[in-house]
């Protein structure tokens, strides 16, 4: 009975070291802090409600898939967590939103996107879902080529548009048909042998950027 007082009046009983594991984007420190822990919980406590704290993070942090709490030693809490995919951003009100692959765009915003995502823009509330669904179905490797995604709604058409490649050029498209004629890109790229425009909006084909088209893409 004694040791049982005596652990309870310990430093041992309480709250030690919160660890982090399986973030990526996330900040460790933001995922502490989403547990509401302090130092003055007791563990016994912890471990009764280590469910409804893991569920706390996730319910916090629309980044994480998912969160467990285990422990080690005495007081040593670890959070194991997994997180959404990075999809994109969308730029809105002079700031970058990221976009999560289950299609959530995060309230915070940042002025510096990760350069290996590509950037929506010009799309409304209904549209960005579905470019979204169609960029899933682009092969990998275009995916990671692509650094812009606009709305151009060109010559006409309010289904057109416009995507900035990271190796230079520009594709003009319908975004009720890129999905199946993305995959022709590769192919038209290794043929030409200056930058220019790949529209496959209408047929497949490659075209020389204008004076002007090349200034906006520099």
């Excluded at 980044?63 to 997180?83: W, Y």
């Excluded at 995060?106 to 823009?121: A, E, I, M, R």
């Amino acid at each position: 009975m004694l040791g049982v007082f005596g652990y309870f009046a310990s430093p041992l009983s309480k709250v030690g070291l919160v660890s982090v594991q399986g973030v990526r984007t996330v900040p460790d420190q933001q995922v502490i802090n989403a547990t509401k822990l302090s130092d003055d919980d007791l563990m016994l406590s912890v471990i009764l409600h280590k469910k409804a704290i893991a569920q706390r993070v996730q319910d916090s942090l629309p980044e994480i898939k998912q969160a467990s709490l285990t422990f080690t030693g005495l007081n040593h809490i670890v959070i194991k967590t997994s997180e959404y995919e990075t999809i994109g951003y969308v730029y809105q009100k002079h700031t970058y939103h990221k976009i999560l692959i289950t299609g959530k765009v995060l309230k915070n915003g940042t002025q510096t996107p990760v350069d290996t995502y590509p950037v929506f823009s010009g799309f409304t509330a209904k549209e960005l879902p579905q470019m979204i669904s169609l960029l899933q179905q682009f092969p990998k490797a275009i995916q990671r080529d692509i650094s812009e995604i606009d709305a151009s709604r060109g010559d006409a058409n309010p289904y057109q548009i416009s995507m900035n490649m990271n190796d230079g050029y520009r594709v003009i498209a319908d975004s009720r048909t890129i999905a199946n004629k993305i995959k022709y890109y590769p192919a038209i790229v290794s043929q030409v042998k200056k930058k220019g425009v790949i529209d496959l909006e209408v047929g497949a084909f490659w075209r020389a950027y204008s004076s002007a088209e090349k200034s906006s893409n520099d």
